[in-house]
C-alpha cells in the first residue's frame, strides 16, 4: 500500500519560513521524481517544485529562489523548504510520486501566510 503523509504545515507570518515533509512507504523512493503541488482556493493545483532521483530540480517562476525541494533516499522523505513567504502562497501543499504505476498524491498540509 501506497502512503504520502505530509506535514509542517501552519500559520506563518509574511517574510517567515516553513518546512515540509512527506514521509513515504509502499514505492521504491530513490527510483521516482517527487513533486510537490499547491491548490489555493477557487484555484488549479500547480506545480511548486520537482526533483528528480539523480537530484534535478526544478521550480516553478513564483518560487524560485524562495523554495529548495530537497529528498533525503535514506528517509524516504521529500522536504519542501518555503522562505520568504508570501500571502500568495497560502495554498494546501501536496506531495506527489510519479512512479511506473503512476502518481500517487498525499492528504495535503494546509500553510497559511498571514498577518
Known amino acids: 500500500q501506497v502512503q504520502l503523509v505530509e506535514s509542517g504545515g501552519g500559520l506563518v507570518q509574511p517574510g517567515g519560513s516553513l518546512r515540509l515533509s512527506c514521509a513515504t512507504s509502499?514505492?521504491?523512493?530513490?527510483?521516482?521524481?517527487m513533486a510537490w503541488y499547491r491548490q489555493a482556493p477557487g484555484k488549479e493545483r500547480e506545480l511548486v517544485a520537482g526533483i528528480t532521483s539523480g537530484g534535478s530540480t526544478s521550480y516553478a517562476s513564483s518560487v524560485k529562489d524562495r523554495f529548495t525541494i530537497s529528498r533525503d533516499n535514506a528517509k524516504n522523505t521529500v522536504y519542501l523548504q518555503m522562505n520568504s513567504l508570501k500571502p500568495e502562497d497560502t495554498a494546501v501543499y501536496y506531495c506527489?510520486?510519479?512512479?511506473?504505476?503512476?502518481?500517487?498524491w498525499g492528504q495535503g498540509t494546509q500553510v497559511t501566510v498571514s498577518s
Open positions: 506527489n510520486a510519479a512512479t511506473f504505476r503512476g502518481h500517487y
Open positions: 509502499g514505492i521504491i523512493f530513490s527510483t521516482n521524481t
